[in-house]
Nanobody, 123 residues
Framework: QVQLVESGGGLVQPGGSLRLSCAAS????????IGWFRQAPGKEREAVAC????????HYVDSVKGRFGIVRDNAKNMVYLQMNSLKPEDTAVYYC????????????????WGQGTQVTVST
């Protein structure tokens, strides 16, 4: 059974850091690009970061460039999103998903969505 499970969310003050984890099971992670997405209340789901299957490329939405980093550990079937210098506008439910295609920002290109993990940036 293909499954992606996110964890690591929580409440953090502005300027703080969190590391989100995406645990993959039921498939061979190295053959898939993995994306992180987020959805804030009343807003559409947006792409945040993506890492290619070969790890030779990473992609970020402009609003997180220089603050977030995506890495993968195929041996552990894990993908991580390191989030630094967090801002209140980063508050959202964060999801990971997989695609067999190259990284893109198109939500429709991704599948096997996890249940999400809540990130709240607030004083």
């Amino acid at each position: 059974q293909v499954q992606l499970v996110e964890s690591g969310g929580g409440l953090v003050q502005p300027g703080g850091s969190l590391r989100l984890s995406c645990a993959a099971s039921g498939f061979t992670l190295e053959y898939w690009a993995i994306g992180w997405f987020r959805q804030a209340p009343g807003k559409e789901r947006e792409a945040v970061a993506c890492i290619s299957r070969s790890e030779d490329s990473t992609h970020y939405v402009d609003s997180v460039k220089g603050r977030f980093g995506i890495v993968r550990d195929n041996a552990k079937n894990m993908v991580y999103l390191q989030m630094n210098s967090l801002k209140p506008e980063d508050t959202a439910v964060y999801y990971c998903a997989r695609t067999y295609y190259p990284c893109s920002s198109a939500v429709s290109s991704f599948g096997s969505w996890g249940q999400g993990t809540q990130v709240t940036v607030s004083t």
